[in-house]
Each structure stands twice: as C-alpha cells, then as structure tokens.
C-alpha cells in the first residue's frame, strides 16, 4: 500500500481527527469497537456543540434555594440544561438538591459540571480469563455535579468586536456585506484554535447574609447562556419587521458647545451643511437602491406568474410577461428620478388592472381579492401622491400578492 504523503508536524490542536468502525460480514466486534462507535458519535456531537452552539445555558438550571444544615449547604436546582466547555449536554431531569460541604467564605461561585455513574451490575460470563471480574456494570448514565469556588468568577468573555462593512454609496449590497463580515470575523476569532476552557458551567454568585441566609450577590458576575437558533432568528425577525428603530438603542449624546463668535457659528453652519448634504445623499442612494429592487422583483414574480397562467388564460399569461419584460426595460432611466419612476408605476397599474381582468375563473377567489386589493393600494397611493419609499412598499405588497395567487388545475383555458 502506499504511504500517505500527508504528514504531522507534531503540533496538535485541540481537536482529534473522529474514528469510526468499519463494518465487514465476519467481523468479531469487541468491546473495544463498541466503545468507538459510541465515542465516534458523542465526539462529533461534543465538537459541534463546542465550536458553533458554545457553552452556557440552554434552559432553565436557576437555583432555586440553598439551605445552611449541620454538615454543610444543601443547594436546591431547576430542572435545564447546559453545555460545558467540551461541548457536552449537562442534563438536569427534575428539581434535584444537593449537599455540599459547608464554604469558610461568606461568597461563593457555583457550578454545574458533568459526570458519569455506572448502574445495573450484572455478571460477566466465563470469557477464558479475559476479564477478571466476576461482575460489572451494564449501563452508564450522564449525570451532573455542583461544586462551588470561594472566589469571584473570572471575567467572562466579551462578546466579539466585529467590524462592520460600511455601505456604498450605491446602497447596501446584502451578499457583499455578508461575506465581508464573515471573512472579518473568522480573521479575527476563528483563524486559530480557541484556548481550551474549563468544563464547569457557571451558574451564579452568592453570599451569606449576616442571619445566615444564603441569597444571589448584590453585584452578580453575568451568567454564559449558549444562544440557541429561537433566539437569534427572533432578533432577526424582530430587527427586519420595526421599521422605525430596530435597534433600538438609545444614545447618549453630550450637550454641544455653543459657539461665542461669528466666526465659529459659521463654521458650525458649515457643518451642519455637509452634514445636511451626506444625509440628504445617502438618502437619495437608498431610494435608488429601493426602486431597483422593486423593479428586479417585479420582473422576477410576474415572470413566474405567466408561467404558471399559461395553461389556464392565454391573455392573462401573456399580460403577466409583458409586465416583466416592462418592469426590465430601461431600469437606469427609470430609477434616475422620482418622477420618472411614478410615471413608471402608473404605466404598470394599467397593465395590473388588466391583468386582475383575466384572473378570474383561472385563480381562487381569496388570492385574486388579495391581488385586487394590493393593486388598488396602489393606484389609491399614485392618486394622492404618497412619497416614493411607500410606493415601493406597496409595490412590494403587489408582488406578494401576484406570487401567492392560486391557480386552479383542469380549467379550459379562456382564451
């Protein structure tokens, strides 16, 4: 057989490559292969959960009380779950509590970590010797310890300092920013092996009151969660859907400096005109960019729509393709002004209108209610003269619409 090329330069990162069995009719599978198919699987899973989940809590574990007795504290936990710093699920099934010895502080940090117990002892069989003991366990279950430490918990990581890619002034361009962000982040955090971390997880800081009373500190060192994918596709969702501010973040501002003279009243006039102009330019940028894509869209759904009419109305396929083919036609010129593009609308409302003609019979009533509906918000806006940014919007809503239009199966075609 010849020799891999591959070689190690004997610098070991903090990963093992995984190891699995190979299965072959005849084979005598060993306790030993039966260990490797399970630490096969359990690695894998361990590695996955370390580098992309992280370590923290997942549910639950709030300590529910902890209780001085003669022999120590008994610490009283929640039922959750956690991931320790090798990716390992710490699973507490019920409210359990534990003993402890009794702390010399009056503050403590705790800790769940995770352990192995073997059950069920059953007898070995006479295997020629090969083992000695007559009897062992026939189950392992993972289990959870709590410790505690009588030091403050160590600083915890910072969440990362990404650098985020500024916008053009062509406008944002989603798959460019996300890639720069992602090659900035990897450069940053994930270029090299993360240092090893302690397998506990903290579950909070405490101190002993005067009476005796065991109670969260006044100052509590911040718990590690894991943020699972609930949570970060909540706070997408709920970033994309306010319009207003969806970040949400309040900013402190200091009070400016009044200026004494002419001569800085000025220039702070000059300000405030640059400034005036930049807004007024990375307005004018996005309204651009806004246009273009309800223009790309729109070509995009209609296209799709005559499609799907083609064997229903022969008219109303060949109207949905026309307002594709106009919807691609002169885009530039089109989205150069504000007027030119509602002109441009009001010239595709026509062709909407008679679309929606020769939807009926060939689509379901509700979906064509929803398109109608849509196209008269439209031309309800164009009418009274709405600013661009919520023609577009509706514009959007008309797309929705014309893609979520039913089409009925075995109808003659009208036409």
């Not at 220039?267 to 223009?295: H, I, N, P, S």
């Not at 729109?298 to 729509?305: G, I, N, P, V």
């Amino acid at each position: 057989m010849a020799q891999d090329s591959d070689h190690s330069t004997g610098e070991r990162g903090d990963l093992s490559q995984f190891r699995k069995n190979r299965f072959f009719s005849g084979k005598l599978m060993t306790p030993r292969d039966m260990e490797a198919e399970q630490e096969y699987h359990a690695e894998r899973l361990h590695a996955l959960s370390r580098f992309v989940v992280g370590s923290g809590i997942v549910h639950g574990l709030e300590i529910r009380s902890i209780d001085e007795t003669d022999d120590g504290l008994e610490v009283t936990i929640e039922p959750g779950l956690a991931l320790d710093g090798r990716g390992r699920p710490i699973v507490v099934e019920q409210v359990t509590t534990k003993s402890l010895p009794r702390p010399s502080a009056n503050e403590l940090s705790l800790y769940i970590e995770y352990e192995e117990v073997s059950l069920e002892t059953v007898p070995v069989p006479n295997t020629d010797d090969a083992i000695d003991a007559e009897s062992t366990s026939n189950r392992t279950v993972e289990v959870f310890e709590l410790t505690y430490r009588e030091t403050a918990e160590d600083e915890r990581p910072q969440l990362p300092d990404v650098e985020i890619p500024s916008v053009g002034s062509d406008g944002p361009d989603a798959e460019t920013i996300s890639r720069q962000l992602l090659e900035r982040y990897h450069d940053q955090y994930r270029s090299s092996m993360p240092p090893k971390t302690e397998t506990p997880v903290f579950l909070g800081s405490f101190e002993r009151t005067p009476d005796g009373v065991w109670t969260e500190s006044t100052e509590p060192a911040p718990r590690e969660f894991a943020y699972d994918h609930d949570l970060l596709f909540a706070t997408i969702i709920d970033h994309v859907t306010d319009t207003d501010n969806p970040h949400r973040t309040p900013v402190e501002r200091e009070p400016p400096d009044i200026p004494d003279g002419i001569g800085e009243i000025t220039d702070r006039l000059d300000a405030l005109e640059t400034e005036l102009g930049r807004v007024k330019r990375d307005q004018t940028a996005l309204t651009q960019y806004v246009m273009r894509k309800t223009l790309k869209d729109r070509a995009r759904f209609f296209d799709e729509l005559a499609d799907r009419l083609a064997q229903q109305t022969r008219e109303g396929s060949r109207l949905a393709r026309e307002i594709a083919t106009v919807s691609r036609t002169n885009g530039e010129e089109i989205c150069d002004s504000e007027g030119a593009y509602r002109r441009h609308l009001q010239e595709i409302l026509e062709h909407l209108i008679d679309l929606g003609d020769h939807l009926e019979g060939a689509t379901t009533e509700a979906s064509l209610e929803r398109y109608l509906k849509s196209v008269s918000d439209l031309q309800s806006a164009l009418e009274n003269d709405d600013p661009v940014l919520e023609l577009a919007e509706i514009q959007d809503r008309v797309c929705e619409a014309a893609d979520s239009l039913d089409v009925l199966v075995d109808v003659v075609p009208n036409e």
